[in-house]
T-cell receptor, first 114, second 114 residues
Framework: AQSVTQLGSHVSVSEGALVLLRCNYSSSVPPYLFWYVQYPNQGLQLLLKYTTGATLVKGINGFEAEFKKSETSFHLTKPSAHMSDAAEYFCAVSDQGGYNKLIFGAGTRLAVHP | DTGVSQDPRHKITKRGQNVTFRCDPISEHNRLYWYRQTLGQGPEFLTYFQNEAQLEKSRLLSDRFSAERPKGSFSTLEIQRTEQGDSAMYLC????????????FGPGTRLTVL
């Protein structure tokens, strides 16, 4: 069975500081991995995804993530936080049993302070 | 492309009442997913449609829940005899069947059961 663990339910950074949100996964097959962002009372927006190929994936709004198979990790980073980055972030793995449902972590709430 | 739309955005009901939610996926997306998100948690998979066929249901989907996608376009999720534990955000997502497997989410329907 596949699973996702997000370390740290709350992360707080200063504006302009590095953002690092941690995600570890468990999968018996090569995973498809995703990061989604959710703003209050809204649905989820895809930030980036890893399917195959290059392990460093660039997404929207300056975010990127690196797939590290040996560490079963897919951490999300952004060099310089902006106030507008404050939101909840979800890491997910795709169930490749045929129907590709997403299995999400519990989420990390990012706060950005001046 | 218009995105995934959901109606209503908010629903308040009394315990024991029936409620129905609607999801309109991105046109020509043949895959449709329902997820449920409770406060402070990541979304959890409920059910999956490929065209009009319901191919997978989570054990979370008790017999009080039913979902349909009659013409392979929009979908409805009905909850009968609502309970307070049904209070959650219900999210719909759609995707194509290609290898990209990106799911696009709607804004969700927030259900409050009093």
């Amino acid at each position: 069975a596949q699973s996702v663990t997000q370390l740290g339910s709350h992360v707080s950074v200063s504006e302009g500081a590095l953002v690092l949100l941690r995600c570890n996964y468990s999968s018996s097959v090569p995973p498809y991995l995703f990061w989604y962002v959710q703003y209050p009372n809204q649905g989820l927006q895809l930030l980036l995804k890893y399917t195959t190929g290059a392990t460093l994936v660039k997404g929207i709004n300056g975010f990127e993530a690196e797939f590290k198979k040996s560490e079963t990790s897919f951490h999300l980073t952004k060099p310089s936080a902006h106030m507008s980055d404050a939101a909840e972030y979800f890491c997910a793995v795709s169930d490749q049993g045929g129907y590709n449902k997403l299995i999400f972590g519990a989420g990390t709430r990012l706060a950005v302070h001046p | 492309d218009t995105g995934v739309s959901q109606d209503p955005r908010h629903k308040i009901t009394k315990r024991g009442q029936n409620v129905t939610f609607r999801c309109d996926p991105i046109s020509e997306h043949n895959r449709l997913y329902w997820y449920r998100q409770t406060l402070g948690q990541g979304p959890e998979f409920l059910t999956y449609f490929q065209n009009e066929a319901q191919l997978e249901k989570s054990r979370l989907l008790s017999d009080r829940f039913s979902a349909e996608r009659p013409k392979g376009s929009f979908s409805t999720l009905e909850i009968q005899r609502t309970e307070q534990g049904d209070s959650a955000m219900y999210l719909c997502a759609s995707s194509t069947g290609d290898s990209l497997r990106t799911q696009y989410f709607g804004p969700g329907t927030r259900l409050t059961v009093l």
